[in-house]
């Protein structure tokens, strides 16, 4: 069955430092691959996608995430955390990015001062 | 770049009563609309997928009497919640297909409804 892992409910980091969030999937194809990110009463705002080609992608605010085929992961990171990335990331996987999305349980990230 | 919007954005009822949700592509037309259901800290999970002048496709699980999905136009879905109760509450998120191009996918800002 198609499911994405997202194995850490709650990170607090410290602003200025680095960030990486994990996220797993189990997918039969080759996915199309999302991070999501919500503000508390929001909708979503993607960070960045993987369709195909280079596995380091680099999205908006400063975040990348690296497709790991042998790993079925897809991590997201960021070199140096700012207090206004406080939210909950959603990672999601797709049979192409117009199409429905199953997502993880999702990461809080609290940036502590 | 693409917005989708939902209306209201916050709604209270009473239990027994239906609300009607609204997801519009405000810039596009979308050829496919999705409705997905987020409970307080948790995962969004899909409820329906929604073509323009066809039936809506509902998840397992979902039922489609009570989540009345209308998409009568490239730009507009409706989520109708009938007969509401307090369980129902939750946020509802839609995301839209943009017809043409690469058929990104775009997410509203969310509803979330509140059944006393």
């Known amino acids: 069955a198609q499911s994405v892992t997202q194995p850490d409910i709650h990170i607090t980091v410290s602003e200025g430092a680095s960030l990486e969030l994990r996220c797993n999937y189990s997918y039969g194809a080759t996915p199309y691959l999302f991070w999501y990110v919500q503000s508390p009463g929001q909708g979503l705002q993607l960070l960045l996608k993987y369709f195909s080609g280079d596995t380091l992608v680099q999205g908006i605010k400063g975040f990348e995430a690296e497709f790991k085929r042998s790993q079925s992961s897809f991590n997201l990171r960021k070199p140096s955390v700012h207090w206004s990335d406080a939210a909950e990331y959603f990672c999601?996987?797709?049979?192409?990015?117009?199409?429905?999305?199953?997502f993880g349980q999702g990461t809080e990230l609290s940036v502590k001062p | 770049g693409a917005v989708v919007s939902q209306h209201p954005s916050w709604v209270i009822c009473k239990s027994g009563t239906s609300v009607k949700i609204e997801c519009r592509s405000l810039?596009?037309?979308?050829?496919?609309m999705f409705w997905y259901r987020q409970f307080p800290k948790q995962s969004l999970m899909l409820m329906a997928t929604s073509n323009e002048g066809s039936k809506a496709t509902y998840e397992q699980g979902v039922e489609k009497d009570k989540f009345l999905i209308n998409h009568a136009s490239l730009t507009l879905s409706t989520l109708t919640v009938t007969s509401a109760h307090p369980e129902d509450s939750s946020f509802y998120i839609c995301?839209?297909?943009?017809?043409?191009?690469?058929?990104?996918?775009?997410f509203g800002e969310g509803s979330r409804l509140t059944v006393l």
């Open positions: 999601a996987v797709g049979m192409d990015q117009g199409g429905k999305l199953i």
């Open positions: 810039d596009f037309q979308a050829t496919t």
């Open positions: 995301s839209a297909v943009r017809r043409a191009g690469t058929g990104e996918l775009f």
